[in-house]
């Protein structure tokens, strides 16, 4: 079973940067960890993942080149860096975790935080 806590949404302008982490507790580095975001009216959606041992990420298209999910196990913390931001990156957002080899399916998380604000001004 793994705790998490996102922090570090808050109004930032386009083209800005900003970082979000998610720190957890009990066994984080047996999980893969994913990051999720939800739009005012919108469904959740994935946004990208990282292995268990961070050796592998993934991201959709719309992020792919602007954000960067990183991981420290020993820290048990989740990071989301997020770069050259966009008003349609507005949304909150949502650290999870999955099993071990199971991140990069959306469906398989089984743990949430309860989210982070990002707002990108024009």
């Known amino acids: 079973q793994v705790q998490l806590v996102e922090s570090g949404g808050q109004l930032a302008q386009a083209g800005g940067s900003l970082r979000l982490s998610c720190a957890a507790s009990?066994?984080?580095?047996?999980?893969?960890m994913g990051w999720f975001r939800q739009a005012p009216g919108k469904d959740r959606d994935f946004v990208g993942a990282?292995?268990?041992?961070?050796?592998?990420?993934y991201y959709v298209d719309s992020v792919k080149g602007r954000f960067t999910i990183s991981r420290d196990n020993v820290k048990n913390l989740l990071s989301l860096q997020m770069n050259n931001l966009k008003p349609e990156d507005t949304a909150m957002y949502y650290c999870?975790?999955?099993?071990?080899?199971?991140?990069?399916?959306?469906?398989?998380?089984?743990?949430w935080g309860k989210g982070t604000q990002v707002t990108v001004s024009a």
């Open positions: 990282v292995t268990y041992r961070g050796d592998m990420t």
């Open positions: 999870a975790a999955a099993s071990a080899g199971s991140g990069f399916n959306e469906n398989r998380y089984i743990y």
């Open positions: 009990g066994r984080f580095s047996a999980y893969d």
